[in-house]
């Protein structure tokens, strides 16, 4: 049962295809939720293998592109995709219905195009400014807490969709069991690699995802599956953010 969920998670989060004959149900579905920080894991310790490999052979300019490139293609670019949805329906919408018109339309407008290209090429720059000694660190640390935002996001803020959707499964799966269980997981990640400091990026995060949160509840009265993607964005870039001040 719990690697079944495992590998759901993994499935849905990850271009990772795992053959399961089995029927997905929603209940099997809303209990992956507790590995998000797990799947962030794995993805980290894929970018720092990536990241070792390429600076062996390159210089680190192209290293730490492609490692920002082997993030996106891991996800499928699901999170990418979210966050420029939801940047287009925030900046162009003119009322609920309106935003979440533009978030679901599959074209992308300017206002979506320059937040991809602002967003990537600051994270970009991010990794590249990284000092040596805490880089792998952070690598593993960025996709694990990203991911475990999703869960405060769930449990405080409702679903704005009434037709549902993919997203809306998360969300009506995360109680409080759940957010505890993926803060644990995530501090058991976080901890071990830099200790107190561990806490207040978690902390850091935990305020911006409520201020994002807060922000998609003024604007279409709760949340959607493109605003979890791009809460996971702008997070994975605060603690990348972070890691050049702490």
Known sequence: ????????????????????????????????????????????????????????????????????????????GLHVDGFADTIDGFAGGKNKDD????????????????????????????????????????????????????????????????????GKIFAESIRLKELIIGTIMALAIIIPLFRLKGFLMLAVIFIVTLLIGRYSKRKINGITGDVFGATIEINELIILILSQLV
Not at 1 to 13: E, G, V, W
Request: charged share 15%.
């Open 1 to 76: 049962m719990i690697l079944k969920d495992f590998l759901l998670s993994l499935q849905f989060l990850t271009i990772i295809n795992i053959k399961n004959d089995a029927p997905i149900d929603e209940k099997s579905f809303g209990r992956s939720v507790i590995f998000l920080p797990l799947i962030g894991l794995l993805i980290g310790v894929l970018l720092v293998i990536t990241s070792k490999i390429s600076f062996a052979i390159l210089p680190v300019l192209i290293s730490d592109a492609i490692v920002l490139i082997v993030l996106i293609i891991i996800t499928g």
């Open 99 to 166: 935003i979440l018109r533009i978030m679901k339309d599959s074209r992308i407008g300017t206002f979506g195009v320059v937040g991809i290209v602002m967003l990537l090429l600051t994270k970009y720059l991010s990794i590249y400014s990284l000092q040596e000694d805490i880089k792998y660190f952070i690598l593993i640390a960025m996709p694990v807490i990203g991911r475990w935002s999703v869960l405060p996001m769930g449990l405080f803020f409702k679903y704005a969709r009434i037709d549902g959707g993919t």
